[in-house]
């Protein structure tokens, strides 16, 4: 795989520092298998040394194996270059839900992703997220929320969950973004506003100036560098958090945000 | 040759937004751009009233770098001729057309008066193709189904979820083409040249909000061959472009 860091660019964040705060790893029910060694041989490529690692839906629907499946990654890469960090996925419908994820929480996942889309709920039906908000809320973290989907995953929706729940770090995939007109970016903006505990990741940003302006006006704390692979191509995504202009904020986008979400 | 299809100039207080045409410069020399079409955020006559005269200064000014696009909004009754005005007195070498901040309909007379304005003139019209109302692909289709003569170019492919739409629409409608700008997915570049040919296909970046430089490298991760990404980068731009008014 070609080498994209420019070598130009006086950044010690790359070079096995960087996280990919992240992607889908394993059987995936609606899209070719990202594999280990496919998204391991990318991260060493691009210069990243840990990559937070979620299941997809998998076609057996079995998210609790396939979580474990991730944990068991992560002990076994503990000691390598390149280190996957383990979350869990539930389908808040399912009865066992707050259950499975505590399970898994407590043996080393990292935090939560729930995906309102593919799973078909509103992102602040508080009634049925509150049991999983709670064992979030105990173990100390984050919430990742596949974001971006008109009527379950909209900009205001994951700020009325992100305020309702404010000690639960809420980490929105795709910049919040639905649509490239503006709008969507403009709504996330006065979303991050309204929820101090609200984060987004760069994946497939509509325009490099919002991410600034993000940056600008709640801070770079609140944004992560993720590659969102395979929906989207780390190649292009790698390029997203490189291009910010100070080097604080590009250490922050690259690391510290995503070391302070992920790495308890 | 490079060629960007899709950048912006415009100043517009009311959003603190002030797009320079000389952002616009540093990023193409930054990442080795020639030429670029510009165009305006706001839908003349709104909300500028000099904006015609502004974007054919900048392009007059920029040493043949600049080519102007004129953005209009369709519901005013002279928007066609304003359109008009631009292709045949200002040096305008296409049109612009954004269904989210006009609300028109694609497939509406207002749309269809300045795309057959267009057509007659041999230019091309850039619609804001995306996920909102009015911009689906197949919404902008009714467009370039009722003028057909027009040549109709989908920006942003589809824009994040709609691009296999925009590739379906481009493959039913021989009059349509796709512009690569700020859509997040190099290798649907290398599936619409596939599927439509290399030569449906242009290079854009949406600057200056999006860089050149990263937008560029989207097509260069999308697989091409060296002659399809000549095309992609230059060739069809550079076709249309002469051909505005022959």
């Known amino acids: ?247 604080a904020t590009r250490q922050a986008v690259l690391a510290a945000t995503a070391t302070r979400l992920f790495e308890r | 040759m490079i060629i960007d299809f899709h950048t912006h100039v415009d100043d517009v207080p009311a959003l603190g937004w002030h797009l320079a045409a000389s952002d616009v410069l540093a990023q193409m020399d930054a990442a080795g751009v020639d030429q670029a079409v510009v165009m305006t955020i706001t839908d003349a006559p709104e909300v500028n009233e000099d904006a015609l005269q502004r974007i054919a200064a900048t392009c007059a000014a920029s040493g043949g770098r600049l080519h102007g696009f004129v953005r209009v909004h369709p519901w005013y009754e002279q928007a066609a001729e304003l359109v008009a005005h631009a292709l045949d007195d200002l040096g305008y070498r296409g049109v612009k057309l954004h269904g989210v901040s006009t609300l028109a309909d694609p497939g509406g007379e207002p749309v269809l008066r300045v795309l057959r304005a267009a057509a007659a003139r041999r230019a091309p019209v850039l619609f804001h193709s995306g996920d909102d109302p009015f911009v689906t692909p197949w919404e902008i289709a009714a467009a370039a189904a009722a003028v057909p003569e027009a040549t109709v170019v989908l920006a942003h492919m589809g824009g994040y979820a709609h691009t296999a739409d925009a590739l379906a629409v481009a493959e039913e409608f021989p009059n349509v083409l796709l512009d690569t700008a700020a859509m997040p997915y190099p290798a649907a570049i290398g599936a619409a040249v596939e599927r439509l040919g290399a030569h449906r296909v242009l290079f854009g970046s949406d600057a200056p909000g999006c860089p050149v430089p990263l937008e560029l490298a989207k097509i260069r991760l999308a697989g091409l061959t060296d002659a399809a990404q000549a095309l992609v980068l230059g060739e069809n731009a550079r076709r249309l472009l002469d051909g505005v008014g022959a």
Do not use: K
């Open chain 1, 1 to 247: 795989m070609t080498d994209l860091r420019d070598d130009d660019q006086d950044d010690e964040q790359v070079d096995g520092q960087a996280i990919d705060a992240l992607a889908l790893l394993g059987p995936n029910r609606y899209a070719p298998e990202l594999t280990w060694p496919a998204l391991r041989d990318t991260c060493r490529a691009l210069g990243v040394g840990r990559v937070v690692v979620a299941p997809p839906l998998p076609p057996d629907r079995d998210l609790a194996r396939a979580g474990r499946r991730l944990v068991s990654l992560a002990e076994s890469t503990a000691a390598d270059p390149v280190r996957a960090i383990p979350l869990a996925r539930v389908d808040p419908w399912e009865p066992s839900a707050a259950a499975d994820a505590a399970e898994l929480l407590d043996s080393g996942a990292r935090g939560v992703l729930v995906h309102p889309w593919e799973d078909n709920f509103r992102i602040n039906d508080v009634g049925l997220l509150t049991p999983l908000l709670h064992e979030l809320r105990a173990a100390g973290a984050p919430l990742v929320v596949e974001a971006g989907f008109p009527w379950v995953a909209e900009p205001a929706q994951l700020a009325d969950l992100a305020r309702r729940f404010p000690s639960v770090p809420v980490v929105a995939t795709r910049g919040g973004h639905m649509n490239m007109s503006g709008l969507s970016g403009a709504a996330m903006l006065a979303a991050l506003r309204q929820a101090a505990n609200l984060h987004v990741l760069t994946s497939g940003v509509y325009r490099q100036d919002w991410l600034e302006q993000v940056v600008g006006a709640v801070g770079a704390d609140r944004v992560a560098y993720a590659s969102h692979a395979p929906v989207f191509d780390p190649r292009l995504e790698f390029l997203r958090p490189r291009a910010l202009p100070e080097p």
